[in-house]
């Protein structure tokens, strides 16, 4: 296979301001998107689509449909996966943002349960599994747009670029939501202001389409599908089907996995399945304490705060525009940091730091006051970006070109319907039914530990060379 060492870029410096530019600005309109239904599930959704019900039961049914969305993300990331790793990762960027948009701007048009009723909630379900296949794809794609055309050594802090995308997304929601929320009474915002951060989605994604269509795909696809192209004879599909005998199978990031030899595989799910199982259990544990905290930290805080300590939404939502603006320092900070000293002890310090932070976390929201409920939210992004920061570069360093979208999403969006799906569904369950956050606080400290364990018995890859996975 014919492929160029990444110990030298494959992009010009110049060019790398335009990639990152199409790959942080998707991921901010897709964090934009899918967050902001988030926030307004917590502030507004049980009452304009759910409003027959007790508010908490509301505010649960709210999270629920939240939940469908994340529960949509690893049919995203199968599909997206699958035709990003055969057709390329450019073309399927564009399809994901399309799609999310769309759904957002068609949220902001919903009739409401005093419209149509019940099937106001059954459209708003649909919408939003439409945002849960679209975002089950974005994110392995905008990452490969970059870590396939960076030298090695410097992959962590060119892939936390967009990955700050996130943070720049949650924080134009939430400021949005803000401005609202202190302009308009409440019933205003209940009856029509909540639409206006969906309907402004619409400028986003031109915006945002305009970009990325500008962007060719990585250097490292291309290599791979002139490969293919060149390559592919009667011979090779006997050579193909020789390399994935039991005797070849690759059970380490260490050795050239078979998806390798022939360029393009037909089915790059069931090649990561059967030869990276290690691989997708370690991106799982390194994931799953990343997503619960977040969730818990920004979203399941606006329930805590607001219904239980009856704290006004205006200042939680000022706590979290603060927080990520942290963030948006912070992501890049740790991507930088696990190139000099590795991706495991960034990522083991972030899982640690949250076990230990959720317990400071809520005594702050309990003592009440914008600066305590600041700090507290400041603290646990800090450790959520010690998590984040990393994870793209980490994941990227896991699997073979030919399967790496796979890989990546499969093991990112299926986390993600156990981690960040189910946080805030769980935590309002664990409040409901003990009357405390302590048991939230045990929740999240068991799924650091896991980040812990599966970190821990990971290999070190920083400096991998993607051409040689």
Same mark, same amino acid.
């Given at each position: 296979?014919?492929?160029?060492?990444?110990?030298?870029?494959?992009?010009?410096?110049?060019?790398?301001?335009?990639?990152?530019?199409?790959?942080?600005?998707?991921?901010?309109?897709?964090?934009?998107?899918?967050?902001? #239904?988030?926030?307004?599930?917590?502030?507004?959704?049980?009452?304009? @689509?759910?409003?027959?019900?007790?508010?908490?039961?509301?505010?649960?049914?709210?999270?629920?449909?939240?939940?469908?969305?994340? @529960?949509?993300?690893?049919?995203?990331?199968?599909?997206?996966?699958? @035709?990003?790793?055969?057709?390329?990762?450019?073309?399927?960027?564009?399809?994901?943002?399309?799609?999310?948009?769309?759904?957002?701007?068609?949220?902001?048009?919903?009739?409401?349960?005093?419209?149509?009723?019940?099937?106001?909630?059954?459209?708003?379900?649909?919408?939003?599994?439409?945002?849960?296949?679209?975002?089950?794809?974005?994110?392995?794609?905008?990452?490969?747009?970059?870590?396939?055309?960076?030298?090695?050594?410097?992959?962590?802090?060119?892939?936390?670029?967009?990955? =700050?995308?996130?943070?720049?997304?949650?924080?134009?929601?939430?400021?949005?939501?803000?401005?609202?929320?202190?302009?308009?009474?409440?019933?205003?915002?209940?009856?029509?202001?909540?639409?206006?951060?969906?309907?402004?989605?619409?400028?986003?994604?031109? =915006?945002?389409?305009?970009?990325?269509?500008?962007?060719?795909?990585? %250097?490292?696809?291309?290599?791979?599908?002139?490969?293919?192209?060149?390559?592919?004879? %009667?011979?090779?599909?006997?050579?193909?089907? /020789?390399?994935?005998?039991?005797?070849?199978?690759?059970?380490?990031?260490?050795?050239?996995?078979?998806?390798?030899?022939?360029?393009?595989? $037909?089915?790059?799910?069931?090649?990561?399945?059967?030869?990276?199982? %290690?691989?997708?259990?370690?991106?799982?544990?390194?994931?799953?304490?990343?997503?619960?905290? #977040?969730?818990?930290? +920004?979203?399941?805080?606006?329930?805590?705060? +607001?219904?239980?300590?009856?704290?006004?939404?205006?200042?939680?939502?000022?706590?979290?525009?603060?927080?990520?603006?942290?963030?948006?320092? /912070?992501? %890049?900070?740790?991507?930088?940091?696990?190139?000099?000293?590795?991706?495991?002890?960034?990522?083991?310090?972030?899982?640690?730091?949250?076990?230990?932070?959720?317990?400071?976390?809520?005594?702050?929201? $309990?003592?009440?006051?914008?600066?305590?409920?600041?700090?507290?939210?400041?603290?646990?992004?800090?450790?959520?970006?010690?998590?984040?920061?990393?994870?793209?570069?980490? @994941?990227?360093?896991?699997?073979?070109? *030919?399967?790496?979208?796979?890989?990546?999403?499969? /093991?990112?969006?299926?986390?993600?319907?156990?981690?960040? /799906?189910? *946080?805030?569904?769980?935590?309002?369950?664990?409040?409901?039914?003990?009357?405390?956050?302590?048991?939230?606080?045990?929740?999240?400290?068991?799924?650091?530990?896991?980040?812990?364990?599966?970190?821990?018995?990971?290999?070190?890859?920083?400096?991998?060379?993607?051409?040689?996975?």
């Amino acid at each position: 296979m014919t492929t160029q060492s990444l110990s030298t870029p494959r992009t010009p410096t110049t060019g790398m301001a335009r990639v990152v530019a199409a790959s942080s600005t998707g991921m901010a309109l897709e964090a934009y998107d899918f967050l902001l #239904y988030g926030s307004a599930a917590a502030l507004v959704f049980n009452e304009v @689509f759910f409003p027959d019900q007790d508010p908490l039961v509301g505010t649960m049914l709210a999270f629920l449909s939240y939940a469908l969305g994340f @529960f949509a993300r690893p049919l995203g990331g199968v599909i997206f996966g699958h @035709f990003g790793d055969r057709v390329g990762r450019k073309p399927l960027l564009i399809i994901s943002l399309v799609m999310m948009g769309g759904a957002t701007f068609a949220i902001g048009l919903l009739p409401t349960y005093s419209m149509i009723g019940i099937w106001a909630a059954v459209l708003l379900a649909l919408l939003r599994i439409v945002q849960g296949v679209a975002l089950g794809g974005e994110w392995g794609g905008a990452m490969l747009l970059v870590a396939e055309r960076v030298p090695a050594h410097t992959r962590g802090r060119w892939t936390s670029l967009p990955e =700050a995308g996130i943070p720049l997304g949650n924080l134009m929601a939430t400021g949005v939501l803000a401005v609202l929320a202190a302009t308009l009474t409440d019933d205003a915002f209940t009856s029509w202001g909540w639409r206006i951060p969906f309907l402004l989605s619409a400028v986003l994604l031109v =915006a945002g389409y305009w970009i990325r269509s500008r962007v060719e795909d990585t %250097p490292l696809f291309q290599d791979l599908a002139q490969d293919s192209r060149t390559h592919e004879q %009667p011979a090779a599909a006997a050579h193909r089907e /020789a390399a994935t005998s039991p005797a070849r199978r690759a059970v380490s990031g260490d050795q050239k996995s078979p998806a390798t030899d022939d360029g393009l595989v $037909d089915s790059p799910l069931r090649t990561v399945v059967k030869h990276h199982k %290690p691989q997708l259990l370690i991106c799982a544990a390194a994931r799953l304490s990343e997503n619960v905290s #977040y969730y818990v930290v +920004t979203a399941f805080v606006l329930v805590y705060a +607001t219904e239980q300590n009856g704290v006004d939404k205006g200042v939680v939502l000022n706590a979290l525009v603060i927080g990520n603006i942290l963030q948006l320092l /912070a992501t %890049p900070g740790f991507g930088l940091l696990s190139d000099k000293v590795g991706r495991r002890p960034v990522l083991l310090a972030g899982a640690a730091g949250t076990a230990c932070w959720i317990w400071i976390f809520f005594a702050l929201v $309990d003592a009440g006051g914008g600066a305590r409920i600041a700090i507290a939210i400041l603290g646990g992004l800090l450790f959520h970006s010690a998590l984040y920061g990393p994870q793209a570069a980490f @994941f990227s360093e896991q699997f073979p070109t *030919a399967v790496r979208y796979t890989g990546m999403s499969l /093991a990112a969006q299926v986390t993600t319907v156990v981690g960040g /799906a189910v *946080a805030p569904l769980i935590a309002t369950a664990l409040l409901a039914k003990f009357d405390s956050w302590v048991p939230v606080g045990i929740y999240v400290v068991c799924v650091a530990t896991v980040t812990l364990v599966g970190v821990a018995l990971s290999r070190e890859t920083n400096g991998r060379d993607l051409a040689e996975v």
